[in-house]
């Protein structure tokens, strides 16, 4: 059983920066696919990023350029690096995991919150105008 914890949520201001980190446990980390997704108040979940097995990446339209998710196998963490942050981006943020992943393409990365099995309890980003 997989277990994430997601941490470096917090205040910034617009334009500001924020990392977060998702440490996963309980798993043979390299063999998931990772995505983040995030949910503002009275919204559906929204996908951010995904990175395959082998460090392929997808965004969101609503982040590319500005958001940056990598992974660290030794570490069983993945990351995302959020830069220009605007209020729009407010929400929790939340990292999946997708053991499916392992028997798809190295190159594989899932962008629907169904297709992942595993999540954290989230982090709080709030960005302030």
């Known amino acids: 059983q997989a277990q994430l914890v997601e941490s470096g949520g917090g205040l910034v201001q617009a334009g500001g920066s924020l990392r977060l980190s998702c440490a996963a446990s309980?798993?043979?980390?390299?063999?998931?696919?990772m995505g983040w997704f995030r949910q503002a108040p009275g919204k559906e979940r929204e996908f951010v990023a995904a990175?395959?097995?082998?460090?392929?990446?997808d965004y969101g339209d609503s982040v590319k350029g500005r958001f940056t998710m990598s992974r660290d196998n030794s570490k069983s963490t993945v990351y995302l690096q959020m830069s220009s942050l605007q209020f729009e981006d407010t929400a929790i943020y939340y990292c999946?995991?997708?053991?499916?992943?392992?028997?798809?393409?190295?190159?594989?990365?899932?962008?629907?919150?169904?297709?992942?099995?595993?999540w954290g309890q989230g982090t709080q980003v709030t960005v302030s105008p």
């Open positions: 309980g798993v043979t980390f390299s063999r998931y696919g």
């Open positions: 999946e995991a997708d053991p499916d992943a392992y028997y798809s393409s190295d190159v594989y990365t899932a962008s629907r919150p169904d297709q992942y099995d595993y």
């Open positions: 990175i395959s097995r082998s460090g392929t990446t």
